[in-house]
């Protein structure tokens, strides 16, 4: 008997192990072969333990020899086959009908020593694997096997062959104590596999909010995920910030392509930094410029002075950055002032931005600036004037706006 066990206990772990390789494996898959090993293992005691009682009992132990040889073989044809539908109901089937057919051999309830309780695991797995609707059944199936025990069991026991009564408190122990061990151990595993899958969809959750917050707004974010309506909103006062590195190109030339993307990643961490620091919103890079504005998307009393604050330390960033990699780093830097739209395009990869005149200009002020320079609408200078020293450049040409007066940023007062 020893040695049978053993044989059956491999042969489970060498299947398990091969349907443990199947990407698809569910826990329902891992919940059912759990279910068909203990089975299996009642089944072993119960052949060799009715075999030991004589040739009368042939019949006895041969239930659960055909239970063995039916499950295995449709785990085999399973296996090969990939059809885990039919081996669900196969095995299910057989949980249900081999204990109610053991008790009717063995001759009713008290021969038996209720072993048709085993049959509780069909229903039992059929909740854990299949779907609530689809498990009614089983339990019903369960109910009414039941209940025809019940109704023919002085049938049954007319014909019921001697077992000792030790014999049969021993089963009796067995059927009580083993079933409400497998059942807790399953549920221990399910639940076990349910907190771990849950705790999964969580880290994925908060993975998904801090990609999705280093995209969007925090504020936006939240609105994003809470309604399906389009975002854009009108904001009457904002000021933006362009920024570009000037002769980046001839600079970088011959530098390999991960030396170059990681030059514009230390300067452009340094500048989200900043950004952070002084509450700006960073909306994008592109290239080699960086777009950022303060007042959107929560608007701010001081969005002017803290885009000036911004760029002013945007030059010591650069030449501190210069010094560490030898790179001689300028950039212009373009300011304006006034209302925007912004709202969010896409909803695949989704871009939140601003639209409006006071864009164009402020990108125009930073395409006809001048290198190291940090250059600024009017509207901004009314702003920051009594914070800040400026130098007047007068009034310039620009394409598409036409003559507009602009002042250079020098330093805090």
């Known amino acids: 008997m020893h040695k049978i066990t053993r044989y059956w206990t491999d042969k489970f772990k060498e299947y398990s192990e091969r349907l443990n390789e199947i990407p698809e494996m569910l826990i329902g898959k891992a919940v059912l072969t759990l279910l068909v090993f203990a089975e299996s293992m009642v089944s072993v005691f119960w052949i060799f333990t009715l075999s030991e009682l004589g040739d009368g009992y042939a019949l006895m ?4 020899y055909f239970y063995i040889v039916i499950s ?88 019921a062959l ?16 083993g079933l409400a061990i497998v059942i807790y151990g399953v549920m221990r595993y399910f639940q ?36 399906n ?10 000021t933006i910030m362009f920024a570009d590195l000037v002769n980046f190109t001839s600079l970088t030339s011959g530098m390999p392509p991960s030396d170059l993307v990681d030059l514009l990643n230390k300067v452009f961490i340094k500048f989200d930094q900043l950004a952070s620091k002084y509450g700006l919103e960073k909306i994008k890079t592109i290239g080699d410029a960086y777009m950022v504005v303060g007042g959107v998307p ?38 304006n002032s006034g209302p925007v739209i912004a709202g969010v395009i896409g909803n695949t990869k989704f871009s939140y931005d601003l639209w409006g005149d006071t864009v ?9 600036g001048l290198p190291g320079e940090i250059q600024l609408t009017k509207a901004t200078y009314l702003l920051l004037k009594d914070k800040f020293s400026f130098e007047s450049r007068g009034v310039i040409e620009i394409k598409g706006k036409g003559p507009i007066e602009v002042f250079l940023l020098r330093n805090r007062i």
């Not at 132990?61 to 659960?64: F, G, I, S, T």
């Not at 299910?92 to 053991?102: D, E, G, K, Y």
């Not at 164009?360 to 006809?368: D, G, L």
């Open 61 to 64: 132990a041969a239930v659960p």
């Open 72 to 159: 295995y073989t449709s785990l085999l044809i399973f296996y090969r086959l990939k059809r885990f539908e039919y081996f669900t109901f196969t095995q299910l089937i057989m949980l249900l009908v081999m204990p109610f057919f053991m008790q009717w051999v063995i001759g009713g309830f008290e021969a038996s020593s209720g072993v048709a309780i085993w049959a509780l695991l069909s229903p039992v797995g059929a909740l854990m694997i299949l779907n609530v609707s689809q498990s009614t059944p089983w339990f019903l199936l369960y109910i009414a096997l039941t209940v025809i025990s019940w109704y023919y069991n002085s049938l049954f026991a007319s014909y």
């Open 298 to 335: 929560e608007p701010i009393a001081d969005h002017a002075f803290a885009v000036a604050q911004m760029a002013l330390d945007i030059r010591e960033v650069l030449e501190e950055i210069s010094r560490e990699t030898g790179k001689k780093l300028i950039m212009r830097i373009g300011i």
């Open 360 to 368: 164009n200009v402020a990108s125009r002020m930073e395409q006809y």
């Open 192 to 227: 076990s596999q349910k907190a771990r899958i849950l705790q999964d969809l969580a880290n994925e959750k908060a993975r998904s909010e801090l990609l999705l917050l280093s995209i969007l707004p925090q504020s936006i974010a939240e609105r994003l995920k809470n309604s």
């Open 162 to 177: 001697p077992i000792p009564s030790h014999l049969r408190q021993v089963f009796f122990i067995m059927n009580l104590a």
């Open 229 to 238: 309506q389009s975002i854009a909103d009108s904001h009457n006062q904002v």
